[in-house]
């Protein structure tokens, strides 16, 4: 996606929003390849200092994400950010059954001394970390949730549904690095002769869908959703057509469609 260019989503003279593509990295890593930064500084053609960070995204994760372009709308994005201001909406794909339509996790975190570039569930020593969901499908092995951390700690969606069970349905670091294939879930499938099968989805399941201002922040959008890519759309898809409930697996059924259509899904204090 990030040779056709990055997808954006709005801009002014202060911000840029836009819907990162999975594995690209927000900051320049050991990998070498260049960070989101640089890219869209190429593909919009800014100066080297028109673009500043305000929050981070997984490399491996997909979606919405905002940058200021000036220090003083960083400044005032950084605030919102800081004072909660600034409700995420992730869609994730999770292996396990859900207990209930919703829930609450409320557990510190902190990096694991054994693999640095892991978080654990750290009661002691852990920075608070919370996250609400909700269930949006139930495909049967397989559920979409919409997740909401309430706090912003690194890994804190994925280490917290791994530790209720629930892991991200493609996650090397907190549950199985294995892809997902039709073949899991079409019972008459079938492959040509000397043919492989090509996997759904072979990336983190999780997908920064929307992100939403309480107040006011002056002459903005309140509310940016960024659209599923293309191997997420065809996974919810697929998992929709071929399992045993249909479109009823979704507990509302506008949901689909209104995922498909990059609609905004909650409001602010709806959950």
């Keep these: 996606m990030a040779k056709r260019g990055i997808e954006i989503i709005y801009e002014d003279s202060n911000i840029l929003v836009v819907n990162k593509p999975s594995g690209i990295s927000v900051t320049k890593d050991r990998s070498g390849e260049e960070s989101i930064i640089h890219i869209l500084q190429k593909q919009l053609r800014y100066p080297a200092t028109d673009l500043r960070l305000v929050h981070r995204l997984d490399k491996a994760a997909s979606g919405a994400m905002i940058m200021a372009k000036n220090i003083t709308a960083q400044r005032k994005l950084t605030e919102c950010f800081e004072r909660r201001l600034v409700k995420k909406t992730y869609l994730a794909f999770v ?158 059924p506008e949901f689909l469609t209104d995922i498909l259509a990059a609609k905004m899904l909650f409001k602010i204090n709806s959950y």
């Design 95 to 252: 292996r396990g059954v859900p207990e209930g339509m919703q829930g609450l996790v409320q557990a510190p975190v902190s990096a694991s001394r054994k693999t640095p570039q892991r978080m654990i569930i750290d009661r002691q020593k852990g920075k608070d970390a919370i996250t609400q969901w909700k269930l949006l499908a139930d495909f049967g092995t397989i559920a979409l949730l919409a997740v909401f951390p309430l706090t912003g700690r690194t890994h804190q969606i994925r280490v917290h549904l791994q530790s209720i069970g629930m892991p991200l349905a493609v996650d090397p670091l907190y549950g199985s690095g294995a892809a997902l294939f039709l073949s899991e879930f079409k019972t008459d499938y079938r492959l040509g002769k000397g043919r492989i099968e090509k996997p759904l989805i072979d990336r983190l399941t999780l997908h920064s869908y929307q992100l939403e201002f309480e107040g006011t922040f002056p002459n903005i959008p309140g509310c940016f959703v960024a659209g599923l890519d293309r191997k997420f759309a065809a996974t919810m898809k697929m998992l929709t057509k071929y399992n045993p409930k249909g479109r009823e697996a979704f507990v509302h």
